[in-house]
């Protein structure tokens, strides 16, 4: 079956860096998206990987390695807004999107 | 219009009665999806249109679920004789292209939330 992993929940402190991790097994792939969603408001795009390697966006960086089907989320410089859930999803080989069910993370003074 | 929309954004609904949720896409986006999403979980696919054309519909959990897209644009989630297993919210989302032709970025929508007493 198909499978998406990753923490239920995290703690981080303002300021501070964290790091969601994202493990995926699954019939093919064809890229790993993050997405981000706040409490009752719809997921907004964060990063696409689909080759090896490790995308930078401003204080969001996304890491991916195919061989190991592993993904990581990395934030830096928390700020109070970054608290929200973060959403892994893989493009299988028929291009449907698994999701993961979330980790939410809560960052603190 | 800018984004994704969709409504009600909230409905409540006696158990049997039947529940119609539109979603409007971004004007030119070629696929949509709906998705059901529990609390603290991530969204479960429904279904997939291509156009007017419904590619995949296994997400539908009974065939009390049915969603349409007739004019290739503005869809309907369709939910008969509501359960109260039938309460999440329902998220659509479009792309603007096929998946396989691009990223496959989502836009979504912010959601119907179905409460069925």
């Known amino acids: 079956g198909q499978n998406i992993d990753q923490p239920t929940e995290m703690t981080a402190t303002e300021g501070a860096i964290v790091q969601i991790n994202c493990t995926y097994q699954?019939?093919?792939?064809?890229?790993l998206f993050w997405y981000q969603q706040h409490a009752g408001e719809a997921p907004t795009f964060l990063s696409y990987?689909?080759l090896d390697g490790l995308e930078e966006k401003g204080r969001f960086s996304s890491f991916l390695s195919r061989s190991k089907g592993y993904s990581y989320l990395l934030l830096k410089e928390l700020q109070m807004k970054d608290s929200a859930s973060y959403l892994c999803a893989v493009m299988d080989s028929n291009y449907q999107l698994i999701w993961g069910a979330g980790t939410k993370l809560i960052i603190k003074p | 219009g800018a984004g994704v929309s969709q409504s009600p954004r909230y409905k409540v609904a006696k158990r049997g009665q039947d529940v119609a949720l539109r979603c409007d896409p971004i004007?030119?986006?070629?696929?949509l999806f709906w998705y059901q999403q529990a609390l603290g979980q991530g969204p479960e696919f429904l279904t997939y249109f291509q156009n007017e054309a419904q590619l995949d519909k296994s997400g539908l959990p009974s065939d009390r679920f049915f969603a349409e897209r007739p004019e290739g644009s503005v869809s309907t989630l369709k939910i008969q004789r509501t359960q109260q297993e039938d309460s999440a919210v329902y998220l659509c989302?479009?792309?603007?292209?096929?998946?396989?032709?691009?990223?496959?970025?989502?836009?979504f929508g912010e959601g119907s939330r179905l409460t069925v007493l």
């Open positions: 989302a479009s792309s603007l292209g096929d998946l396989a032709g691009g990223t496959g970025e989502l836009f």
């Open positions: 990987n689909v």
């Open positions: 004007s030119g986006h070629v696929s």
């Open positions: 699954t019939s093919g792939f064809n890229g």
